[in-house]
């Protein structure tokens, strides 16, 4: 597997909980610069960028499905408060979790919901691998 694959590995499997970039390059087995610039190579998106949009993606799916308390959502999704986490979510929703949460969008309709996503292996004529992502897009308005 390469270090990309390893590292979309390792942060769909732990973004939930406190990870950093030394925690994701370890893994992957290559130093936190070669992670950077390969995974925002192949994903268009820097490392703790996909981080912190998997974790929104998840949290907006939780106040869409009803969840009472915004706060408690902020907080199982890393966020510190309320406020960071209306920021962080403004900015990729165009919307406040307040208002998300009244308006019930029960389906996340026309949010950019970043869905999980992952890489093949391709051969190439050089006895190269290259990693090649298989979602089209990473941002998917559900």
């Not at 909980?17 to 994903?43: K, M, N, P, Q």
């Not at 820097?46 to 969840?67: H, K, N, P, T």
């Amino acid at each position: 597997m390469n270090p990309v694959a390893r590292a979309l590995w390792f942060v769909e499997g732990h973004f939930a909980h406190e990870i950093s970039l030394d925690d994701i390059a370890a893994v992957s087995g290559v130093s936190r610069y070669h992670l950077c610039r390969a995974f925002g190579t192949t994903t268009g998106h820097s490392v703790m960028r996909y981080v912190r949009a998997r974790r929104l993606s998840e949290a907006a799916r939780a106040l869409a499905a009803g969840a009472p308390d915004i706060l408690a959502v902020a907080l199982d999704w890393g966020y510190g408060s309320h406020e960071a986490f209306t920021r962080a979510f403004r900015d990729q929703f165009g919307v406040t979790p307040e208002l998300a949460q009244s308006r019930k969008f029960t389906n996340c309709s026309g949010w950019a919901i970043l869905r999980p996503r992952t890489v093949a292996i391709a051969a190439c004529s050089s006895s190269r691998f290259l990693p090649v992502i298989l979602s089209s897009s990473p941002w998917i308005a559900a």
